[in-house]
């Protein structure tokens, strides 16, 4: 999070907030990955990974 944060700096912070939160929803909403053996092994940990971020996003 911090490293696309910071590519994105010129953002302002509300404005960033307001943004990522409905991207991260949307990843969630759907598969995040095409093949089966990527969704029973990389997708559980990436959606921990979003969600934690969506709720630091407050």
């Known amino acids: 999070m911090r490293r696309v944060r ?8 509300r404005a960033w ?13 759907g598969p995040l990955y095409a093949t089966a053996w990527a969704r029973r092994n990389w997708e559980p940990p990436a959606r921990l990974n979003l969600a934690r971020e ?3 996003l407050g």
Do not use: I, K, N, T
């Not at 910071?6 to 912070?13: A, F, I, L, P, T």
């Open 6 to 13: 910071r590519e994105y700096g010129w953002v302002d912070e």
């Open 17 to 29: 907030r307001e943004g990522r939160a409905p991207l991260l929803r949307g990843l969630l909403d």
């Open 54 to 56: 969506l709720h630091a």
